[in-house]
Every structure is written in C-alpha cells, then in structure tokens.
C-alpha cells in the first residue's frame, strides 16, 4: 500500500472514530430505571388576535401661531373622546374598532385650512372636528361638503357656516346670531351704552360678530359713533385709539381674538380711555387676563355655552383632561370633547363609520354632552345656544349673567 492511501484510509477511520464517540447512545443502552423523555417538539406560536380596523378622525386647528394655546385644547378634549371610546371598546359592524385622531394645523389660515381640508379628504378620514376658526371654516367646510364628509365645528360662529346648505356641516356652539345679539343687548341695556366705537378684525369671525352687534345697537335706537378696523395680526392699535378717544365713548366693541384685544386693552389705559372694551368668546380666555395684565380689569367678554363648573360634565372633565395633559383649560377644550364624542354616537347609533350611513344619525342626534344637551337644527346649528357674559374681577373672568341665545 502506497504511503497515500495508507493516510487516507487513517484519516477516514480517525473521523469515523470522532463521529461515534459524540453520537448519542441508543435507547436500549440507557440504564434502567431512567425516566428522562426525549424532548418535545417546538409548539406552534399562539394565534394572535387580529388588529382591530382603524376608524380615522381628522381634526383641523391652528397648532402653531399666536391662536395655537386654544388649538392645542380643543385637540387635546378631542383626543380624550377618542381615548375614552377605545377604552370602552366600541363595535361597528360586529368589529371592535380601534379610533385614531390625525389632528393637522391649519395656522387659522383661510389658505391653508383648504389644503388641510384637502389632505383629511385624501386620507380618507371617517369625520372632521374642525375648524377652529369662521375664517378656515367656511372655505374648508365646501370641500368635506363635495366629498360627503362630516365635520362638526367646535368654535367657529359666523353665521354664514351653515347657511351655505351644506349637509355635512354642524357647530356645538351658538352662533353670532345669537351671541352678537346678546353683547349688543347687554351693552346697551345692562350698561347703559350711550356712545360706542365698533373695532374688528376683518376675519370672518370679528367682522361677522361686529356685524350683528352693529345691527343691534342701531335696533335699540342708537347709533355707534364710528366703525373701525385692523387685522388679525397687528399688536399695535394707538391710532385707531386715538381716533376713538375723540368720540369721548363709553364702550368699545371689539370683534376679535386674545392676542389683538390684551395689547388693545393696555393701550386704551395708556391713552387715558376709561370705556370698558367689550368682545366675544375670542377674549374670553386667560391669555387676554396674561396678556393685559392690570388692565384687564373691569373689561367685559361673551362666551357661548355657560361656565366650565356649571355644565353638566364640566368639572369631571377637567378633572380628566389636567390629569392626563397636564394643562389647564382655558375654553374649548370641552367643545372638542364633544365634537369628537358625537362621531363616534352617531357611528354606534349607524352601526357603520361610513358617512354615507352615519351621517343620518348624526343630524338626528340628541346627546347629553360635557357643555350640555345637543341637538342640531336644519342648518346644523345647536339648538337652544346659551351665552354667558362674563367681567374680569379681581384678575378672574367671573360671569355676569346667562341668558339665551335665540
């Protein structure tokens, strides 16, 4: 035998060897009496339970900007109702479903809400908590109108938003309708208005409730001594002031937001103004108290709906949404919670969040929520609006007197 094949042969009985000493011995060769079982195979994974469908709602309000402090609550009363509503596992369509909040920020921009708008369409959201603003509003609520879909306006109050006939349109606030009739009647009445200067903003919302506060002073027998205008950006008011110091008023009605109306109100102590400054619910908030600080005193705003202790869920809400956000509310917070909450009744009352089916039962709805009893009119307005007129005392809005909106 070659010196090759000799090694080839050792090699191959020295793996045959290696084999055999770490092959495992046979059964038969077990000792008696040892009760080890060959192991068990590998079970089959558990089955997991099938995801539950997503129901989409979308939300549209400014996030960002100086009007973002009250975007930001309506979102987060919004995102509490559908918190809720998963916890209690809602069913549609035999299904437990699982709702999901795409919240967008429209920047109370008229443009930008209509892209907003555009992109909820898009994602095929089941509803729209939105907008925050008359101003993003009015144009947004033509395109969900064009697309069957639902949105219900926490906030917005001019008018014209449900008088266009849209049937996809709601509001869970009284209007300016109701809530200009209101100021104009108090200011007049209860504070004996003898010569007033009218100021707004020029959005849908300041015009629109100037509008019909206007028409009420001039319903009463008076006329105002002037109608004057800015924007929704400006801080600086010193010449329309000025120009209306000259009309020696009593009153000054503004039709506008927080962020304009705290500089106004120190500007009208500095130029010596003693009138008291009247507005609508887009002052009464605590950032026009922070913003105006001392001067904040003794001035006067109106608010749809009554005070946050005196609705019926209100302070089980608040108790709620601080817990969980850690913030505090300053006023729509509950209106966004409702909004949101009436989507998910009227899908459980149409077994279905398809619009096409619930939007019936949305119209229909009558609803014990967080603010009150809702019910919507023809238009889509709620019935039997309150508005509260609120003073702030002692650094506080304190309310004055409730009355109704109709």
């Known amino acids: 035998m070659t010196l ?34 060959a192991a068990a195979p590998a079970s089959a994974p558990a089955p ?64 930008k809400a209509t892209i ?24 947004a ?55 007033v ?11 629109g409730l100037a509008d019909v506060v206007e028409r009420t002073v001039k319903a009463s027998g008076k006329t105002p001594a002037a109608r004057e205008f800015t924007d929704d950006k400006s801080t600086d008011f010193q010449a329309i002031l000025t120009s209306a110091k000259g009309k020696k008023p009593d009153v000054i009605i503004f039709g506008g937001m927080d962020p304009q109306a705290g500089p106004m109100a120190k500007q009208m102590k500095s130029l010596g103004l003693t009138a008291k400054l009247v507005a609508g619910d887009g002052v009464q908030t605590p950032n026009f108290i922070q913003l105006a600080g001392a001067d904040a ?17 209100g302070s089980a809400f608040a108790d ?6 850690k913030t505090k509310i300053e006023l729509y917070a509950p209106y966004g919670y409702d909004a949101a909450s009436l989507f998910v009744e009227a899908m459980k009352k149409a077994d279905s969040a398809d619009p096409a089916k619930y939007i019936a039962a949305l119209a229909a709805i009558t609803h014990n929520g967080v603010t009150g009893p809702i019910a919507f009119d023809e238009k889509g307005d709620l019935k039997g609006g309150l508005i509260t007129i609120y003073q702030v005392k002692e650094g506080k809005w ?9």
């Open 4 to 37: 090759a094949r000799l090694s080839a042969v050792l090699a191959a009985l020295a793996l045959w060897g290696c084999g055999k000493t770490e092959s495992p011995a046979p059964e038969a060769s077990k000792p008696a009496g040892d009760t080890q079982q």
């Open 48 to 111: 997991t339970e099938p995801a539950a469908p997503v129901v989409k709602i979308g939300l549209a309000v400014p996030l960002t900007g100086p009007q973002a402090h009250l975007g930001i609550e309506i979102r987060d009363g919004a995102q509490l109702a559908l918190d809720e509503a998963n916890e209690a596992g809602v069913m549609l369509g035999g299904q437990k479903v699982k709702f999901e909040l795409m919240a967008e920020d429209d920047e109370a921009n008229p443009s």
């Open 116 to 139: 907003v708008a555009q992109k909820l369409v898009d994602a095929k959201v089941a509803g729209v908590v939105g907008h925050m603003n008359s101003g993003t509003s009015i144009p």
């Open 141 to 195: 609520s033509k395109i969900y109108s064009d697309n069957n879909l639902p949105n219900i306006s926490p906030s917005a109050t001019n008018p014209k938003l449900t008088e266009q006939g849209f049937k996809t349109t709601f509001r869970v606030m009284a209007n300016d309708n109701q809530q200009g009739k209101v100021l104009g009647e108090f200011a007049t009445g209860k504070l004996g208005m003898k010569n």
């Open 197 to 207: 200067v009218i100021i707004d903003d020029r959005t849908a919302y300041g015009k």
């Open 297 to 313: 005193e003794g001035h006067y705003a109106s608010s749809p709906g009554v005070p946050l202790d005196k609705m019926a869920g």
């Open 320 to 325: 709620k949404l601080v817990a969980k956000y």
């Open 398 to 406: 304190m309310p004055v007197e409730t009355v109704g909106g109709n």
